[in-house]
Nanobody, 115 residues
Framework: QVLLEESGGGLVQAGGSLRLSCAAS????????MGWYRQAPGKQRELVATSTSFGMTTYAASVKGRFTISRDNPKNTVSLQMNSLKPEDTAVYYC?????????WGQGTHVTVSS
């Protein structure tokens, strides 16, 4: 089992920045993918950004150029630097771990961007 602990959400004005962090603990495989998803009120959960343990990254088109995902493999952490935030970025952000056919989700952290 892999446990994920997120931090860093909050309230920010449009144009501002926030940094989310996620720490994984437990049975973590060396080959894995960690990333961030978000779910806005009344909408489905969607991919924001992911990063494999080998450094391959993917981004949603809506955040490309504004968000940056980074990892610290020895510490089993993944972070999401969010710049130029927009009101439409308001959502609950979830950290996800995937490895060996198993996935685990964090409890979510709220991000609210005011206009």
């Amino acid at each position: 089992q892999v446990l994920l602990e997120e931090s860093g959400g909050g309230l920010v004005q449009a144009g501002g920045s926030l940094r989310l962090s996620c720490a994984a603990s437990g049975r973590i495989l060396s080959s894995n993918t960690m990333g961030w998803y978000r779910q806005a009120p009344g909408k489905q959960r969607e991919l924001v950004a992911t990063s494999t343990s080998f450094g391959m990254t993917t981004y949603a088109a809506s955040v490309k150029g504004r968000f940056t995902i980074s990892r610290d493999n020895p510490k089993n952490t993944v972070s999401l630097q969010m710049n130029s935030l927009k009101p439409e970025d308001t959502a609950v952000y979830y950290c996800k771990y995937s490895g060996g056919g198993f996935s685990s989700w964090g409890q979510g952290t709220h991000v609210t961007v005011s206009s």
